[in-house]
């Protein structure tokens, strides 16, 4: 069965640093997602990205984070200058379209520590 | 208050007890997933409805939009089960607004 799949698993990284996670969305998806999860919070939408550019965005998705689509199989969310307040598990999902009843696809996450 | 209210927050159970998890919401929504979280982290969703009742296997799902709220629901739980399920309406375009979950630990 096909799967998001996301890379690193885990990443570690310094305060002010730049990170990029990498997602592989299901290969016939149109729209791509980010969310991420504090620990012991509740998953937070970040932004959804439909035919190359964000067609949604919290309020959390300040200037410090880009979305990306640079080929055709990846989608990637860069943090330009982390904060310790970054420290999350970051999911990437995709759906075939955005109706109402398509599921979105989760990937396994990626967990970020800032120190 | 929040937009996304889970009931209980946290349930224990024996295993082949009939479970229900509840879900409220004020966000106007267009559909609803329930999603299921495993300790490791990892999301997989298990329902999409917009209206009535949905069954998966030992799983049933019902929505009633006009009221803001919805239930999930296991039959003949098991250990298995156990994970945290969380509710998650859609109120953008596609934007998903998550509740806290509820932690379900289904014992021998």
């Known amino acids: 069965e096909p799967e998001v799949t996301q890379t690193p698993s885990h990443q570690v990284t310094q305060m002010g640093q730049e990170v990029i996670l990498r997602c592989v969305p299901i290969s016939n998806h149109l729209y791509f997602y980010w969310y991420r999860q504090i620990l012991g919070q509740k998953v937070e939408f970040l932004v959804s990205f439909y035919n190359n550019e964000i067609s949604e965005k919290s309020e959390i998705f300040d200037d410090q984070f880009s979305v990306e689509r640079p080929d055709g199989s990846n989608f990637t969310l860069k943090i330009r200058s982390t904060k310790l307040e970054d420290s999350a598990m970051y999911f990437c999902a995709s759906s075939r379209d955005s109706t109402d009843l398509v599921t979105q696809y989760f990937g396994p996450g990626t967990r970020l520590l800032v120190l | 208050k929040n937009e996304v209210e889970q009931s209980p927050q946290n349930l224990t159970a024996q295993e082949g007890e009939f479970i229900t998890i509840n879900c409220s919401y004020s966000?106007?929504?267009?559909?609803l997933h329930w999603l299921q979280q495993h300790p490791g982290g990892g999301i997989v969703s298990l329902f999409m409805?917009?209206?009535g009742k949905k069954k998966h296997g030992r799983l049933i799902a019902t929505i009633n939009i006009q009221e803001k709220h919805s239930s999930l629901h296991i039959t003949a739980s098991h250990p298995r089960d156990s994970a945290v399920y969380i509710c998650a309406p859609r109120a953008g375009a596609q934007k998903l607004v998550f509740g806290q979950g509820t932690r379900l630990t289904i014992n021998p």
């Open positions: 966000v106007g929504i267009s559909a």
């Open positions: 409805l917009s209206s």
